[in-house]
């Protein structure tokens, strides 16, 4: 079957953006009042980050605001997604509020606003507030409700320009690689407790749409998961069992109480003892209605019954330098999936799509990212192809807009599609930001 060119496959109020968020970018750590976050701290541990890098100046965002906003504006995007860090509104995540750290993001989405781009504000990309970690942090259910005043007065000042405000990024991410693997800050693991942090940041989210809401939201209000779809390593009942399984808590877990108020059942035996701590009326509270829900996609995983990990080598398709296999058709797989097993699925947003590739050839002053070019086009063909069997996608914002702190990696991987001297921290765009570029311009008409 002929298509028509990939541009004219996607309507024309569909949303094209780039994506960021605080920690990896803003760097000036202790400036303007700004409090320690635990990725702060984190950065601290001998070992935690593979180049022992930190955040202290990341890209210097902070301080190249406007050039930066240039340079978005330049990519022709309808949308930029960015993440609030919470330490600079309140530097201890309790008390006292920083008005300083709201006069940046409210300089950063009037300047988006100027220049005719819409922003996604994310609240909780990662980067708690140490002083509530000092308390216990996710594990504590304080926690949840001091997130709900964080949002509510983020809300206040901003929510008049925000066009979607995003609760969490990544609950998976914070709960299993942040509480359970302990590779992500704030470096614990324990099963037990990463249950309960999730319970805990999925139940800020409801409480937080609630009370948005309720004080009068102007923005769209959604969350976003990093979601990828499973496969069994071979045809046998036992490694569909386990695609299953690994179906069930990777991507279930998150989107079961979400869309349909409950854990999955199996996921609850299998955790035993290490189950979450619920409360009367908690699920009836994370089960708000959404006005989008964001999917970060980057690979799919494959799974056998022993356990034993498939090197994505071995299937001979491309790997970036994440290790991650490129696996576009995963990506239709999973929104077909989404949309079957929620009925009333809102908007979807790919919220983040993209790769790190290695020795990125420079020409005439260019990164020849040629392979990051054809993952982010076959991955928007993916989009489209669910978008032709019904899927409500509504966007897609590729991660990401440039080079950045790549959390326990440091600065080692690279997935912008501008290129950061790390030295010098200028910003060229990349070969496949060219693409996306003319892409979008094509798209427009
Ligand atoms: C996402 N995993 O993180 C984050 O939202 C971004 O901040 C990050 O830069 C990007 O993906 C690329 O890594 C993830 O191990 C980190 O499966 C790790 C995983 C998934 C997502």
């Known amino acids: 079957m002929s298509q028509a060119p990939l541009h004219r496959q996607f309507p024309p109020d569909f949303v094209w953006g780039v994506a960021t968020s605080s920690f990896q970018i803003e760097g000036a750590a202790r400036e303007d009042g700004k409090g320690e976050s635990i990725w702060d701290r984190f950065?601290?541990?001998p070992g935690a980050i593979a180049d022992a890098s930190n955040g202290d100046?990341?890209?210097d965002h902070y301080h190249r605001l406007d050039a930066d906003l240039d340079l978005i504006a330049s990519l022709g995007v309808d949308c930029y997604r960015f993440s609030i860090a919470w330490p600079r509104v309140q530097p201890l995540g309790h008390g006292d509020w920083n008005p300083k750290g709201l006069d940046f993001y409210e300089r950063l989405v009037d300047g988006l606003q100027r220049r005719g781009i819409r922003a996604f504000a994310t609240l909780n990309h990662w980067d708690l507030p140490q002083g509530l970690q000092d308390r216990g942090g996710w594990n504590d259910r304080d926690t949840v409700h001091r997130f709900v005043d964080y949002a509510r007065h983020v809300q206040a000042r901003l929510g008049d320009r925000l066009d979607g405000i995003t609760?969490?990024?990544e609950p998976w991410v914070v709960a299993v690689l942040g509480h359970e693997q302990?590779?992500?800050?704030?470096g614990i693991k324990s099963r037990k407790i990463a249950t309960q942090v999730c319970h805990h940041l999925l139940l800020s989210h409801g409480l937080a749409l609630q009370a948005l809401r309720a004080d009068g939201a102007k923005s769209r209000l959604g969350i976003v998961l990093n979601l990828s779809s499973c496969m069994?390593?071979?045809?046998?009942?036992?490694?569909i069992a386990a695609a299953r399984m690994a179906d069930a808590r990777g991507r279930r877990w998150y989107a079961d109480p979400l869309f349909k108020g409950a854990y999955p059942d199996e996921v609850m035996a299998e955790l035993g003892a290490d189950a979450p701590v619920v409360e009367p009326g908690d699920m009836r509270s994370i089960a708000q209605p959404m006005d989008y829900l964001g999917v970060n996609y980057y690979t799919r995983s494959v799974v056998s019954a022993d356990g034993q990990e498939w090197k994505a080598g071995d299937r001979g398709l491309p790997i970036t330098d994440m290790g991650w296999e490129v696996y576009p058709e995963g990506l239709t797989d999973l929104l077909l999936l989404l949309h079957r097993d929620y009925p009333g699925l809102p908007p979807v947003y790919i919220t983040e799509n993209g790769a790190a590739f290695k020795d990125e050839a420079v020409v005439d002053g260019r990164v020849q990212d040629a392979d990051r070019t054809a993952y982010l086009r076959d991955h928007i063909a993916a989009v489209a192809a669910a978008l032709r069997q019904g899927v409500p996608m509504a966007g897609y914002m590729v991660w990401s807009l440039m080079d950045n702190f790549e959390w326990a990696s440091g600065y080692e991987k690279r997935f912008g599609i501008v290129h950061v001297d790390y030295a010098t921290l200028a910003r060229t765009p990349k070969a496949s930001a060219d693409?996306?570029?003319?892409?979008?311009?094509?798209?427009?008409g």
């Open 43 to 45: 950065c601290r541990q």
């Open 57 to 59: 100046v990341a890209c």
């Open 167 to 169: 609760t969490h990024n």
């Open 182 to 186: 302990g590779n992500f800050a704030p």
């Open 232 to 239: 069994p390593a071979t045809a046998m009942p036992e490694d």
């Open 435 to 444: 693409w996306y570029r003319d892409f979008i311009r094509a798209w427009r």
